[in-house]
């Protein structure tokens, strides 16, 4: 089972940017996409982004032209750049894993909050 680390979260004001992280505690290559979610309070967790391992993208409609999903597998890291941060981004953003055997793993989540 691996480990899921997220870093990055934190304050903005609206319009802002912030880069998360997630560090995964061996080779990312072993899954085949990795990703981001996040819940904001009394709503269901919602796909931000994922990246396969051969690099292909996808996002959700509300995070297009504005985040940015990059892996580094040299060190086993997994980042989103968030620019023009909106009050409606405020979440607790959660890093995932995709193994085609051993299933889907997560991280303990990372708080963003988005003032106006």
């Known amino acids: 089972q691996v480990q899921l680390v997220e870093s990055g979260g934190g304050w903005v004001q609206a319009g802002g940017s912030l880069r998360l992280s997630c560090a995964a505690s061996?080779?990312?290559?072993?899954?085949?996409?990795m990703g981001w979610y996040r819940q904001a309070p009394g709503k269901q967790r919602e796909l931000v982004a994922i990246?396969?391992?051969?690099?292909?993208?996808n996002y959700a409609d509300f995070v297009k032209g504005r985040f940015t999903i990059s892996r580094d597998n040299a060190q086993n890291t997994v980042n989103l750049r968030m620019n023009s941060l909106k009050p409606e981004d405020t979440a607790v953003y959660y890093c995932?894993?995709?193994?085609?055997?051993?299933?889907?793993?997560w991280g303990q989540g990372t708080q963003v909050t988005v003032s106006s």
């Open positions: 995932y894993s995709r193994h085609v055997i051993s299933g889907t793993s």
């Open positions: 990246i396969t391992t051969v690099g292909s993208t």
């Open positions: 061996r080779s990312i290559l072993a899954f085949s996409a």
